[in-house]
């Protein structure tokens, strides 16, 4: 018989290896990107290449372990370079940075003060390359400068100030027009967003709204985003993925509208989203990839577009084959427990089974799934420990 603390933190360090996420990033040519992907990273070309053929194998050395909770990856497009929070889960105020150019690693030391990098959400401002996060309903910043790969000297986290929001407000946030847009905030109504304007540093106290052509509404709840790009400039329009994934809701912040997309085949309130010009890409928790093309200004193309997968991905690695960034035996319901968190737009870190379900931004219908999921790994995972050790 096992000792009561030696069953346990073999199930911790079996439910902790059981959470980690890969995350799927543009590089600056709109490459398709996946990291950590069944323990690898990947690139699967541009848009017009990925459904045939496999993905090319771009793993390489000073790459993070990519065993975090909740890996975001953000595209800084001036840099051509990818950030990533939370892809070593030993050191979770890092941010690593892949020089996408030069195809190179290195890892960037922060200092966090009060900035919790278990529990936030983030976007990367396009046209300062400053990182806006709300934590625990306080924003902070974190200006990367414009490292394409990593200063000797730490990085702050500056603490901005108080969101204007209830401290139980679920933060879901997109950048757009160098304003950081928060949906799903409590008493505002469905189809208006409240706005951050970054270079004002100033929460702007009205609500916009943008409506649907018919007068509808994108509706009010929690859900993903993901900042279109344009070919030159700043991002206007950018998706958000309600969780329960029925609709792609489009919005544009230069004429205040907002037009929709099919929403993903695979309804997955844990996915994550990337998106190019002209593509919309969902990495789904069983690490499958799809997306949808995307085509700005042309709303009846938009409006017939379908879901696709990225094939050249899937032949490279295959979804659900193993989890994320780990191939141990106990890890085979991984995926699912993967957290929610987008590409280039935005991030937030799930409540795993190594943080509080009470944290500032756990998504408030995924919770439960979450720890539903973390339970099932705890029993797979003990007994295929039961059966390795008998
Ligand atoms: C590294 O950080 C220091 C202090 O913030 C700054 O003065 C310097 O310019 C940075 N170096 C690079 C290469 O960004
Ligand atoms: C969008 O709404 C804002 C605020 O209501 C307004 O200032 C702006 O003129 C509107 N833009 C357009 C194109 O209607
Ligand atoms: C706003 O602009 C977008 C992008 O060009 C376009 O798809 C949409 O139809 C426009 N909406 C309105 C109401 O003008």
New binding site residues.
Partial sequence: MFSVPTVVSLLLLAVSKAVADPCVAFDADFNLLAFGLNGKDWNAGQQDSWTSGSATDITTTGRPPFDGTGTTCYLAQFFNAIYFMNADKSNPSDVHIYDAAAKSWSTQKTTTGNFDPSSFNAILDHDTNVFYALSHNELYFLDM???K?A???A?DWQDVEKSPYPDSYQPVMALAQNHIHFLDVPDVPAGSADIFVIHFSFFQPQSQSYPLPDGSAFPATHGQTASFFQSEGVQQEFAFIPDDGSQVYVINVENNSTHTLAGPTTKDAKAQYAASITALVQLDSTGAVSFIPYKQGDDSTNANAAWASVAKIAAAAPAGSSSAASSGSATGTAASSHASGTGAASGTIQSGATSSTGSASAGKDNGAMTNAVSVGAVVSAAMALVAFLQ
């Fill in positions: 400068g414009g490292l790969a200063n000797s000297s990085l």
